[in-house]
């Protein structure tokens, strides 16, 4: 299946023209307007925060030394609230990247909330180069398992995004929901947000984990998406205006 590759190398850094904040516990860790992005993977950036901009009350060095890509660097534990968290963040001591010398790199996962300007992200930052689109479409889309079809729609919405095969999202009403048992799984995108709903696939006694999800608060920019469900094109085979379409190998929701 083609789709547009992600266009950034390994160890890429850019600036990030943007307030971003980190919270701990109700503490603010930083509060920056000069973080930059830094590709630790091709598929998305990190932030690095300037020290100056980062509460260094609430961080104490583990003394251990680490060498990484980005530079020699020193972990850091965290406490703030009464919470401790270890190897939370890392500054960065000395780096062939001059940009990077004296930033603060955390752990995306340690921290209670990301923010970009006013609004919460989520799992990574939102890539500068990365493109998504929530289009409606008049094309007819069928999900089959072990054929069985448990939806199909000739309304769907295509979400196209970059570096990855486009998803299709469908009304509530295309979806054979006696094919479907609701799941207790939650993900995040940074792109769409929190999803607020999971489904496996239940066939002749044998369940399909977590096939299939909805975003009902999804982000702005991706409201079109709002209260229809996609399915797990990896896991199942979907034919679009009746021409079957290869399982992806990229697992995203």
Not at 1 to 11: E, K, Q, R, V
Not at 46 to 64: I, N, S
Not at 136 to 145: G, I, K
Not at 155 to 165: A, D, H, R, Y
Request: with cysteine; aromatic share 10%; hydrophobic share 40%.
């Amino acid at each position: 299946m083609a789709f547009p590759p992600a266009l950034t190398g390994i160890n890429h850094i850019a600036p990030a023209p943007r307030r971003v904040r980190g919270l701990l516990a109700g503490s603010v860790l930083f509060d920056t307007a000069r973080a930059v992005y830094v590709w630790e993977a091709p598929h998305y950036p990190r932030y690095y925060v300037p020290r100056a901009d980062v509460d260094m009350r609430l961080l104490t060095p583990d003394g251990v030394p680490v060498s990484t890509p980005q530079g020699e660097a020193q972990n850091h534990h965290i406490a703030a609230g009464g919470v401790i968290r270890h190897a939370a963040a890392r500054l960065i001591l000395n780096s062939e990247f001059d940009a990077l010398r004296d930033r603060v790199r955390f752990e995306w996962g340690k921290l209670d909330h990301w923010f970009e300007e006013d609004e919460e992200i989520f799992v990574h930052p939102r890539s500068p180069y990365v493109r998504v689109d929530a289009l409606r479409a008049r094309r007819t889309v069928r999900v089959e398992l072990d054929g069985i079809v448990l939806a199909q729609s000739s309304s769907p919405v295509m979400v196209f995004e970059t570096g990855l095969p486009a998803r299709s999202y469908v009304d509530f009403a295309d979806v054979r929901f006696e094919h479907l048992v609701a799941s207790r799984t939650r993900t995040e995108c940074p792109y769409k947000g929190r999803t607020t709903g999971y489904w496996s696939v239940a066939i002749d006694g044998t369940v399909y984990a977590d096939l299939a999800w909805t975003y009902s608060f999804p982000t702005r920019q991706l409201s079109p998406i709002a209260g229809l469900i996609a399915f797990l094109d990896e896991k199942v085979d979907v034919f679009v205006d009746g021409v079957a379409q290869p399982r992806p190998r990229t697992h995203m929701s």
